[in-house]
Antibody
Framework: EVQLLDSGGGLVQPGGSLRLSCAAS????????MSWVRQAPGKGLEWVSR????????YYADFVKGRFTISRDNSQNTLYLQMNSLRAEDTAVYYC?????????????WGQGTLVTVSS | QSALTQPPSASGSPGQSVTISCTGT?????????VSWYQQHPGKAPKLIIY???KRPSGVPDRFSGSKSGNTASLTVSGLQAEDEADYYC??????????FGGGTKLTVL
């Protein structure tokens, strides 16, 4: 059974940093691209970042470019999102999501989400 | 990139059909066959119900179907059931390694 377990969220002050983790199981992690998608309270979904199966290619939405870094440890079946220079508008539930076979544009499995709150 | 445009709400009675639209531009919905639809119940993670415009993942009932015409994609839910009440989001590839979502539609089963 495919499982994605998001963790690392919490309360952080503006300008602060946080690292999210996503522990994957039930599938061959190093065969799939992975993404982070966020959802602000009461709002819609926003794609944040993606990483290729090998970790060699990474891409970001413009609103996090230069502040967030996605990475993965295929030996530990874990996906990460390092978030720096956090702003109030980054407050959201962050989900890790697995790309369907062969691609990254559709997500067939999602983590349960971890809440990041940026506030003083 | 701007979000795709979805109606904020839709509704139908049990057994009826309802269609939710997702309007973009020729640079996203109209330009690619990478339109997906997700169902999200309150407090839960989204669930993929349609990908590549018309394809259904295994386990998704065939009451859910997708289509596209020009810059507008559509999700049709036939034979509405109480458990279909949820938020629905479309997404589309927008070029340049960018993925965008719609604002979401709250489907109410009357």
């Amino acid at each position: 059974e495919v499982q994605l377990l998001d963790s690392g969220g919490g309360l952080v002050q503006p300008g602060g940093s946080l690292r999210l983790s996503c522990a994957a199981s039930g599938f061959t992690f190093n065969n799939y691209a992975m993404s982070w998608v966020r959802q602000a309270p009461g709002k819609g979904l926003e794609w944040v970042s993606r990483i290729s199966s090998s970790g060699g290619s990474t891409y970001y939405a413009d609103f996090v470019k230069g502040r967030f870094t996605i990475s993965r440890d295929n030996s530990q079946n874990t996906l990460y999102l390092q978030m720096n220079s956090l702003r109030a508008e980054d407050t959201a539930v962050y989900y890790c999501a697995k790309g369907v076979a062969g691609g990254w544009l559709q997500f067939d499995y999602w983590g349960q989400g971890t809440l990041v709150t940026v506030s003083s | 990139q701007s979000a795709l445009t979805q109606p904020p709400s839709a509704s139908g009675s049990p057994g009826q059909s309802v269609t939710i639209s997702c309007t973009g531009t020729s640079s996203d919905v109209g330009g690619y066959y990478y339109v997906s639809w997700y169902q999200q119940h309150p407090g839960k993670a989204p669930k993929l119900i349609i990908y590549e415009v018309t394809k259904r993942p295994s386990g998704v009932p065939d009451r859910f179907s997708g289509s596209k015409s020009g810059n507008t994609a559509s999700l049709t839910v036939s034979g509405l059931q109480a458990e279909d009440e949820a938020d629905y989001y479309c997404s589309s590839y927008a070029g340049s390694n960018n993925l965008i979502f719609g604002g979401g539609t709250k489907l109410t089963v009357l």
